[in-house]
């Protein structure tokens, strides 16, 4: 065994409220590492680039794994992992959740990663990220102080920085009620189905009201910047439009001023945006064929 | 001094105790204090499934598991899966029809499959659904179709159906479209 291990800490809560003390009590310190499935953590731990020496084991707290419809949506506990979001009769009402799920490492990472995990991880390529943004997800994050509710969109300040707080843990995640009618596509880019971290990452929705214009759309994006974003450019172009060739034509040019992609171990900017611009594409045509055959 | 903890758990079937570093990973629980060599370290990193253990029934990396999670817990190695040295039905399979080659995701690969026709109870899975169940357990020699076959015949004898008809492997260095028979160093 690698012998860092030997030296790290554990502290195992009693129950949420013990945990969120745990971490108050710890964050003016040597701040406790919050740990769920591991499946990203111990990469780092593995790897050494991880040097945190005290975590905080989330295991003990089964109220965190529960999925539940809440007002019209789904309440999903952090410690969800991603082969139960993909099994849970209460997500498929959210089908590029489950989606999403099924490609998120192989089965051995979906019986262990967690979706609070994915969030917190912060990566610009985290597959479930997407999802959440074109769903309009909202995070829940405890504290002493109680718990508040973050807009995921506002949740990424920079490349895996996060609006939370030392002593805030992540708890669960909300997806809204979703607008009927709406075109959705979930697509992930990379070498293989499995394991492969994403090229590019998408999540879409998009509806055309009766009167033939896009009055919803979202238009959601992984690895093409340093965070998880929805393109605005794109998303103004399309909203209020009619679907057509032309307009299809307008938001692949604007979606090249929203997107920052890089050129790193895995793919390059050139690559990456020619992928983006091309699913961008797929999706509009399927949401014109809808709209045609209506 | 580092920290330890002491963990319970279940190993094939036998309750074992075990006082470790709270973040010790359960391969090398497995490996070093329990002399379980069966589960392999290949990748360290959650690619490979060499590791592949169940966890409560769920196969896992167990090179991704911190010890404190395995307390209370249930684990079958590939150790596990025979009974009284008979081998089960899935590892029959991956002999008789050539699903192991030089053996390192072996152990993997057989855990990973035995979680799938555990969830499959009897049904045989399709060659998709095998692949998509083994998509995280990585075969360096790349002899997957025949591991597909062995997966889906044991799937097939659990059920009663009619048995895998093995074909006859040909000993190393004779077979006919090796161009370049492999040869042991005579000594």
């Given at each position: 065994m690698k012998a860092a291990l030997s030296q790290l800490e554990v502290v195992r809560p009693r129950d949420l409220a013990h945990a969120v003390s745990l971490l108050h009590e710890s964050a003016g310190a040597e701040r406790l590492t919050p740990l769920a499935g591991g499946t990203d953590l111990f990469v780092y731990l593995n790897a050494g680039t991880l040097t945190d020496r005290r975590y905080l084991d989330l295991s003990p707290l089964s109220e965190l794994r529960a999925i539940r419809p809440a007002k019209g949506g789904v309440r999903i506990g952090a410690l969800a992992t991603f082969d139960a979001i993909a099994r849970h009769a209460a997500c498929a009402r959210w089908p590029m959740l489950p989606q999403a799920a099924r490609v998120i490492g192989a089965a051995q990472i979906q019986n262990r990663a967690t979706l609070g995990g994915n969030v917190a991880n912060a990566s610009p390529a985290g597959d479930s990220l997407p999802v959440l943004l074109a769903y309009d997800a909202v995070v829940h994050a405890a504290s002493v102080r109680g718990e508040r509710e973050i807009a995921f969109g506002k949740l990424?300040?920079?490349?895996?920085?996060?609006?939370?707080?030392?002593?805030?843990?992540?708890v669960a995640v909300t997806l809204p009620d979703r607008p009927g009618r709406a075109r959705e596509l979930f697509r992930k880019v990379g070498t293989r189905a499995a394991q492969s971290i994403s090229k590019v990452v998408f999540a879409g929705a998009l509806r055309v009201d009766r009167g033939g214009v896009v009055d919803h759309v979202r238009l959601a994006w992984g690895s093409v910047a340093p965070v998880t974003l929805r393109s605005s450019a794109a998303e103004s172009a399309l909203l209020g439009a009619r679907p057509s060739p032309d307009a299809a034509a307008a938001v692949r040019e604007a979606l090249a001023r929203d997107i920052a992609p890089i050129d790193d171990i895995r793919s390059d900017a050139a690559y990456r945006l020619a992928v983006a611009q091309a699913v961008l594409a797929q999706f509009l045509r399927l949401a014109h064929a809808d709209f045609r055959a209506r | 001094m580092s920290p330890r903890v002491r963990v319970s758990l279940t190993v094939n079937g036998a309750s074992r105790r075990v006082n470790v570093p709270p973040m010790k990973r359960l391969l090398d629980v497995l490996r070093e204090d329990l002399g379980l060599t069966g589960s392999k370290e290949g990748c360290g990193e959650g690619e490979c499934g060499a590791c592949t253990v169940l966890l409560n029934g769920a196969a896992v990396n167990s090179c991704l598991v911190p010890a404190v999670h395995a307390d209370g817990a249930k684990v079958v190695t590939v150790e596990g899966l025979a009974r009284g040295g008979r081998l089960s039905a899935l590892q029959r399979a991956f002999v008789e029809l050539g699903g192991s080659q030089c053996g390192m995701c072996t152990p993997g690969m057989v855990v990973a499959s035995a979680a799938l026709l555990a969830r499959c109870r009897g049904r045989v899975p399709s060659e998709p659904e095998v692949r998509e169940a083994l998509a995280g357990t990585l075969c360096r020699c790349t002899g997957y179709q025949k591991i597909v076959d062995a997966v889906r015949a044991a799937a097939g004898e659990g059920r009663g159906a009619a048995k895998p008809r093995a074909r006859p492997v040909a000993p190393?260095?004779?077979?006919?479209?090796?161009?370049r028979p492999r040869r042991r160093a005579a000594r």
């Open positions: 990424y300040t920079g490349y895996r920085r996060l609006a939370l707080e030392p002593d805030e843990l992540i | 190393a260095g004779r077979r006919a479209s090796s161009v």
